[in-house]
Structures are given as C-alpha cells and as structure tokens.
C-alpha cells in the first residue's frame, strides 16, 4: 500500500509560481513511477506530468510543456511540481498519483492517488 499526500496549493496571480509537493509512505517508493493530474469544475481529470521510478524520465502534457517541471527525490519520498508562469487556466484541483509498468498519461494505470490541493490562479 502507497499512502500519498500532496502540499503546496494555494492563490496566485497569472504569471506566478507554485512549487506541489507530495509525501509518500508504504511500499517502496523508488519503484514507482509518480504522476501529476488535475480537475477543473466540470471537467474530466487530465494529465498533467509524470516521473519514472528513477527520476530519468519525464512526461508532460502539451499545455503545460516548458512551464511545469516534475522531480523526485526517492530519498525523502517525495515527488514535487514546479509551476511557473502560471494561467487561469491552469486552476484545477492537483492530485499526485503512483503507479507501476511503463510511464502513462493514463489514471487508469495509477494504482494509488492523494487526496489532492486546490490550485487556483487569478487572472
């Protein structure tokens, strides 16, 4: 079992940053790839990026590519989002998610999810 908790919501203006941050505990944390969706009001969850097990790999969605960065570091068990230049647009709710097998854009092939932290940007 994976037990996911993520931090670093908040308010910001347009062309501003935040820094998500997600705390794991449970099984091994290295073996798992870690992804990044969101939800807007009315909207499906979407992918936003994703980070192998390693941290050598990363994915990311077209609308947030050269705005958003995805790390780990398996030592403190944790995975983080770094958000700059921030949108309207990109306000959702933000959920860290954990799975295993080849780095997906899919929910369906993340087994274990956190409750999630609000994102709201200003325009």
């Known amino acids: 079992q994976v037990q996911l908790v993520e931090s670093g919501g908040g308010l910001v203006q347009a062309g501003g940053s935040l820094r998500l941050a997600c705390a794991a505990s449970?099984?091994?944390?290295?073996?798992?790839?870690k992804g990044w969706f969101r939800q807007a009001p009315g909207k499906e969850r979407e992918f936003v990026a994703a980070?192998?097990?390693?941290?050598?790999?990363?994915y990311y969605a077209d609308s947030v590519k050269g705005r958003f960065t995805i790390s780990r570091d398996n030592a403190k068990n944790a995975v983080y989002l770094q958000m700059n230049s921030l949108k309207p647009e990109d306000t959702a709710v933000y959920y860290c998610?954990?799975?295993?097998?080849?780095?997906?854009?899919?929910?369906?092939?993340?087994?274990?999810w956190g409750q999630g932290t609000q994102v709201t940007v200003s325009s």
């Open positions: 998610a954990g799975g295993i097998g080849v780095l997906s854009d899919s929910p369906r092939t993340y087994s274990y």
């Open positions: 449970g099984r091994t944390f290295s073996s798992y790839n």
């Open positions: 980070i192998s097990g390693s941290g050598h790999t990363t």
